[in-house]
């Protein structure tokens, strides 16, 4: 591979991995083939296509059947995954990739290079809210022969190659998706990929399974016969699930905080917190900017202030985490130490809203407005209930409202909320993971995207330096001023940097080894 060092990710620490197959190997652990995985699902995804759906039950699953070209270390270092190779001009505007033979769709049809090229210049460029204006930054794309795809860039862009995780920019099968709406496409229930398993069967609110695709382009694999993920609504089940060992994994938040420091003295379980690396969780509450008073920052940081993030980190969390202190998360490249939010305040805060003219009428009562809470567990529930008291300390009346996970998608997506909350994923890069939550051009009625309706030209202009800039320099200082504009408008209320748990039976190897965990194709996981 013809990669410098200065197309990689620059100043990003390696992490050290989880038993890797190789170290199993030396400490005589044999893969071992055969077996049914059982992991939790939770909530139960709208659809399984990832790039039609980001929320992380559909990633986590669909991973297992949609492949992207790259995957990537906990350093954050490219790997082989659909592209067996690749290569990078020296000008930095050219990527060639050299894609690995005898891959094959679920339905038997060659995948080839024409199926990367439709994947990112119409699949992902229409439906993808945070590569739309990267991948608008290709000048061209084809295809030198079945194997080969060449991408040619209108100026350089260092974080390219971080593009192609399959969270990120999943490849699809031209053959199913070409000509039809790609949001209703039968396949997002049933999707075809080129993945280790293939989907079987989906009985709603109960499981998802599926099994081992035998002409899996890696001979000898997949290990497992197949996977079944298990939708347990309630909190309570899922702990005991895992710790009975009906299931062998849960991810993210399947496991309540308060239930972790127990399931770490299982004997019969092991749990970690790798695995986050390419992601950088970043907890949030959000207000949509076009309801009163919140199109007033005062009115914002004055929230901001009232909440006590190392409280919340250390007892709604349980320490899996740490408290934000802005936009962009503190693993995440060109993260600006000098730009925090205020810290926690209440009486500055209330003074605040007396300057902004939000003062309190006869019942204490300064303004009053609805949160809908996300419905993925307790903990998005204490996380609502902690809001409402915080904001009732400064004279807020919070109004909290239940929802399922397809209702709270699509009233974030349409703009229909005053409020709620939500965790967003980084990409290691800020052009990647952080910009389209703040661009104006990218106010959407698209889940993802920048649905708060922040606009802010030198925000804009901002990201749009550090997105194109040539050099290293340039890109931090756009990066650092920008978080310094945001921290001071206040347009989401950043609180923790989730370090989410993975929970999984010691039997289970391979499954967190990546700088994505479990987001993982999971073709070498197996249960010995």
């Not at 080129?194 to 035998?214: A, L, S, Y």
């Not at 347990?232 to 991810?251: H, K, N, Y």
């Amino acid at each position: 591979m013809s990669l410098t060092r200065r197309h990689l990710i620059a100043g990003l620490g390696a992490t050290p991995l989880l038993m890797s197959a190789t170290e199993a190997l030396a400490q005589g652990i044999q893969p071992k083939r055969g077996g049914m995985l059982n992991v939790i699902l939770n909530p139960e995804p709208p659809v399984l296509q990832i790039g039609v759906n980001n929320q992380t039950p559909t990633l986590i699953s669909g991973t297992k059947i949609t492949q992207g070209l790259l995957k990537f270390t906990p350093g954050l270092e490219p790997m082989p995954e659909l592209a067996k190779s690749w290569s990078v001009s020296p000008d930095g505007l050219e990527y060639v990739f050299r894609l690995q033979e005898n891959v094959t769709w679920h339905d038997g049809r060659p995948f080839t290079a024409e199926d990367v090229i439709f994947s990112v210049m119409q699949f992902n460029r229409e439906i993808a809210p945070r590569l739309r204006g990267v991948l608008s930054g290709i000048a061209e794309a084809t295809a030198p022969d079945p194997l080969t795809v060449r991408f040619v860039l209108k100026q350089p862009f260092q974080p390219f190659l971080l593009c192609f995780d399959a969270t990120a920019l999943p490849i699809v099968a031209k053959h199913i998706y070409g000509g039809t709406d790609f949001r209703t496409n039968p396949a997002n229930a049933r999707p075809i990929g080129t993945g280790p398993f293939r989907f079987v069967e989906w009985q709603r609110g109960n499981f998802i399974r599926m099994e081992r695709f035998e002409g899996y382009w890696k001979p000898g694999q997949p290990y497992l016969d197949g996977i079944l993920w298990r939708v347990i609504p309630d909190g309570q089940s899922r702990r005991l699930a895992i710790e009975g060992g009906q299931v062998q994994m849960s991810t993210a938040t399947d496991i309540e905080p308060f239930d972790i420091p127990a399931l770490r003295q299982a004997p019969n379980l092991q749990v970690t917190t790798k695995g986050w690396e390419y992601f950088s969780p970043l907890f949030w509450f959000e207000l949509n900017l076009r309801v009163k008073p919140f199109d007033d920052r005062r009115v914002r940081q004055a929230m901001s202030m009232a909440l006590d993030r190392n409280f919340i980190v250390n007892r709604l969390w349980f320490g899996l985490g740490k408290p934000a202190t802005g936009p962009v998360a503190s693993t995440t490249r060109f993260h600006e130490p000098e730009a925090k939010v205020a810290p926690f305040d209440v009486a500055k805060a209330r003074a605040l809203l007396d300057e902004a003219g939000l003062r309190p009428n006869a019942q204490g009562i300064r303004a009053a407005f609805r949160y809908v809470v996300p419905p993925y567990g307790e903990i998005w529930t204490r996380m609502g209930e902690y809001f409402r008291q915080a904001m009732r300390q400064i004279g807020m009346e919070v109004t909290l409202e239940s929802t399922d996970a397809g209702t709270w998608a699509s009233r974030i997506a349409n703009w229909d909320y005053e409020a709620t909350s939500n965790v967003l994923y980084q990409f290691g890069d800020p052009t990647l993971g952080v910009e389209r939550s703040y661009v104006s051009s990218n106010i959407q009625k698209i889940l993802f995207t920048n649905t708060a309706g922040y606009s802010n030209p030198r925000v804009d202009e901002l990201f749009a330096r550090g997105r194109s800039a040539a050099s290293e320099a340039e890109r931090r200082a756009a990066f650092s001023e920008v978080q310094k504009i945001l921290v001071e408008d206040m347009p989401l209320l950043w609180v923790v940097e989730v370090n989410y748990p993975t929970v999984m039976d010691r039997r289970l190897h391979n499954a967190v080894q990546l700088g994505t965990g479990n987001h993982a194709s999971f073709d070498d996981v197996f249960l010995a």
